[in-house]
């Protein structure tokens, strides 16, 4: 969990310096491409989980015990800064 916590920080600042963010800035992206999981998650942020209500960092590092896998992912305030946002989504 370690590397994957290093991972989210080393991808934060990059964001911070590429953005030219300042303290509570948040980036804006173009476009986010999302998917959205069968349990109803996107963007690696479960509704059970509250680590998806984070308000202060840009981005999480994201344990998924079910799986035994870890990720990062851009936090809900990111997200929703975003200019637009597709969700691609497969109907089975």
Avoid: C, W
């Amino acid at each position: 969990m370690e590397d994957v916590k290093s991972s989210a920080q080393a991808y934060q600042d990059i964001l911070i310096n590429f953005f030219s963010l300042k303290l509570g800035e948040l980036p804006v992206f173009d476009l986010i491409l999302l998917g959205m999981g069968e349990d109803g998650h996107t963007a690696s942020l479960f509704p059970e989980d509250l680590k998806s209500m984070e308000t202060q960092k840009l981005v999480l590092p994201i344990h998924l015990e079910k799986l035994n896998h870890d990720r990062i992912t851009l936090t809900l305030p990111v997200l929703n800064q975003s200019r637009n946002i597709i969700f691609l989504i497969k109907l089975q």
